[in-house]
């Protein structure tokens, strides 16, 4: 089992920035493929970025460019740096753990199973 939970979400102005956190405890962290995903108000999830045990990093077309996913493994911490935030990313950002066995979410490559409840970021114009 891993638990998730989510930090840093809050309203902010267009153009300005953002750092969300995540802290995972329970199985080994750092074996772990780890994501951030967002669902907007009407729309599906959607996965925003992902990055692996080795530290490779993969982006949504949407966010590439303006967001960079991060992770410390020796303090079990992952990260959503957000610069340059649109209203249109506004949403419930969640972070994610991949679960080999049972994962029921297929992202880049990573089969993510474990979720966070969710911080909310919300852009105004």
């Known amino acids: 089992q891993v638990q998730l939970v989510e930090s840093g979400g809050d309203s902010v102005q267009a153009g300005g920035a953002l750092r969300l956190s995540c802290a995972a405890s329970?199985?080994?962290?750092?074996?772990?493929?780890m994501g951030w995903f967002r669902r907007a108000p009407g729309k599906e999830r959607e996965g925003v970025a992902r990055?692996?045990?080795?530290?490779?990093?993969t982006y949504a077309d949407s966010v590439a460019g303006r967001f960079t996913i991060s992770r410390d493994n020796a303090k079990h911490l992952l990260y959503l740096q957000m610069n340059s935030v649109k209203p249109e990313d506004t949403a419930m950002y969640y972070c994610?753990?991949?679960?080999?066995?049972?994962?029921?979410?297929?992202?880049?490559?990573?089969?993510?199973?474990?979720w966070g409840q969710g911080t909310q970021v919300t852009v105004s114009s």
């Open positions: 994610a753990a991949e679960d080999v066995e049972y994962g029921d979410t297929w992202y880049m490559g990573c089969r993510f199973g474990y």
């Open positions: 329970g199985n080994p962290y750092s074996t772990y493929c």
């Open positions: 990055i692996d045990n080795y530290g490779g990093t």
